[in-house]
């Protein structure tokens, strides 16, 4: 039989547990790391710890090298290895060990620094320097200033993702695997992230609100958020859907309370970014006023020499509100080599966006990709959301629209975007920027119930760029080019339903409402190459023909059917194409998948239903 991890690690193991603790500052105070990591205002690293209604204020800076955050530098799981059948062991994820912070609160952090030394990541939060499948529950943040890190940082927190993993190497022999697992167990080993693997729970922030005066949140480096700078299948969601016992995140946070004998009632509780002033988020490469970027886990679903494509986590981002203050919030990427900025998420791939609302926004701008609300949004290539290794495989198996397209798919749901009263403007800078005054970029992406008002003008370059006022470029995902040359290492791909997996990755923009502000007659709302009041540039959309067309809506009655609504529109500027509506749009066909290119590279098998 399988071998317990009961007779691998202590039975008795125990959370540590912290109840009603507070650390109360002298005004100005300094929590001063000398360039070490693990630096926070309450803790420096918490491991499988329990913390309620805990509190600190008056800490005026916290600084170091890494892993910096106002309450905890570093919030994490014990480890848990998963199930390894193949070796007879089998390594139980009964024992409780995230770290869960309820109703904890830090209020006037005014500063928080992360100096990275030589090659650290330099991981900065306004709350946690970084959380690896941890849950904070209902936690507040008040009178925050700044936060600076290199390639990960956020108002709440620099990074959220999965948890650390012991690793193990399947061709050793078994006695090494054992003492090796109990070594990284035993010594909280960070050096493996884990990517996807049954048993598995991503982090989870549900119900917590950041408020300051004048908010900054900068990255030297990659990411930046005002809320997360980088989301690896996260979720970010209502505290009430803690009480959902379908879902396996509540199920965890529940075994946890029962285990240590804690309590806690899910209540009502959206997050919430408020600046009285204004705020700012930059970055590098990817800056979101929300998420800089968000992300679904990599694939690693590989079954009898055969690619899934079910094994997966997606991020969600539900019920969060954003307000930028009374001169607004501005977001910022600049890499010239390429960079995405958005009004709430910089750069989102395979998630669930739902319920979230960015008011007095004043600016987006980026090289590559700016949108109101999202830079980049939509589906990834294989490589994209996991960098698979393709070579040695004998066969990928796609089994038509809904596995592939469950898969990549990124969509919102009544979401908005308000800019002040004088409008917001997004703009990108290479020649072949794509801004839209809600999404740049959108590959395969999905709207729906979408409100955005206050826009004064979307603009990018006039040399190839392209700028509409709702989307600047759209079109059909990539199903299989991710491949690359490796696709010449495969036997065989077989694909069901192949008119379905186009279906599947059509970019749908449905029941839309776009309102700009009054201008000049002089002023140009939206300028660019391809420009569009709507779209700039479209290939194979659907604007509200599938959903009005769907089975359903055909029984309803016709002024129930969704539509799209732009008014205040003037002066739309285009070099080559220039449309009140869109600048071009253009069908899409087989090819534009990715499918019909790997013909003649390797053995194709079609099946058309």
Known sequence: ??????????????????????????????????????????????????????????????????????????????????????????????????????????????????????????????????????????????????????????????????????????????????????????????????????????????????????????????????????????????TKELADAEKTTSKNFQRMLTKTGLEYEPQAHPNKITAIKKMSVQANEYAGGLLGK??????????????????YMRFELKDAALDGGTTGLNVKATDVKGSYAGGAIGHGTGGEVRSVSIVNLASVGAVTAAGGFGGYFGSGKFADVGGVNLLGLKLIKIDGLLS????????????????????????????????????????????????VTNLKSVAASMNGGKAGGFIGYAKAGDALAAAGENVKALDAVAIENLLGVISALRPEFNQTELSYIPVNAEEIQVQADMAGGFIGDGEAVDINYGTNHSE????????????????GLSKVDGETYAGGFAGRLIPGD????????????????????
């Open 404 to 451: 592939l397209g469950a898969m990549i798919e990124t969509f919102t749901r009544d979401c908005s975007v308000a800019g002040l009263e004088a409008g917001y403007t997004v703009t990108t800078s290479a020649d072949e920027g794509m801004s839209g005054g809600f999404i740049g970029e959108c590959i395969s992406g999905r709207t729906g119930g979408t409100n």
């Open 590 to 609: 087989v090819a534009q998948t990715g499918s019909v290119k790997l013909l003649g590279l390797l053995d194709v098998t079609l099946s058309i239903h």
């Open 294 to 311: 968000a992300t679904m886990t990599r694939m690693t679903a590989v079954l009898n020499e055969t690619l899934g494509v079910a094994d």
């Open 552 to 567: 359903t809506t055909k029984a309803e009655d016709s002024a129930a059917k969704v539509a799209t609504v732009i008014t």
């Open 1 to 238: 039989g399988a071998l317990d991890i009961k007779k691998l690690v202590p039975a008795g193991y125990v959370n540590p547990i912290y109840q009603n603790c507070s650390v109360s500052y002298t005004q100005g105070a300094v929590v001063n790391g000398n360039s070490k990591q693990y630096v926070g205002g309450f803790a420096g690293e918490t491991i499988g710890t329990l913390m309620q209604n805990c509190t600190i204020e008056n800490v005026d800076t916290v600084s170091g090298s890494n892993y910096v955050g106002g309450f905890i530098g570093r919030s994490a799981n014990a480890v848990i290895a998963g199930l390894l059948s193949d070796l007879g062991v089998n390594v139980l994820d009964n024992f409780p060990v995230n770290t869960i912070l309820m109703n904890c609160k830090a209020d006037g952090v005014g500063q928080v620094l992360a100096s990275p030394v030589k090659d650290e990541s330099g991981y900065a939060g306004g709350f946690i320097g970084a959380m690896s499948n941890s849950y904070a529950v209902d936690c507040t943040l008040t009178g925050l200033g700044t936060v600076k890190g290199k390639d990960y940082a956020g108002g709440f927190t620099g990074k959220a993702d999965l948890g650390d993993l012991a690793d193990i190497n399947a061709t050793k022999g078994l006695l090494n695997i054992v003492k090796e697992l109990l070594t990284a167990i035993l010594s909280g080993s960070t050096d493996a992230q884990i990517l996807g693997l049954v048993g598995l729970r991503p982090s989870v922030i549900t119900g917590c609100e950041i408020s300051g005066n004048s908010i900054s949140v900068e990255a030297s480096g990659k990411h930046a958020g005002g809320l997360i700078g980088y989301a690896g299948a996260v979720q970010v969601s209502n």
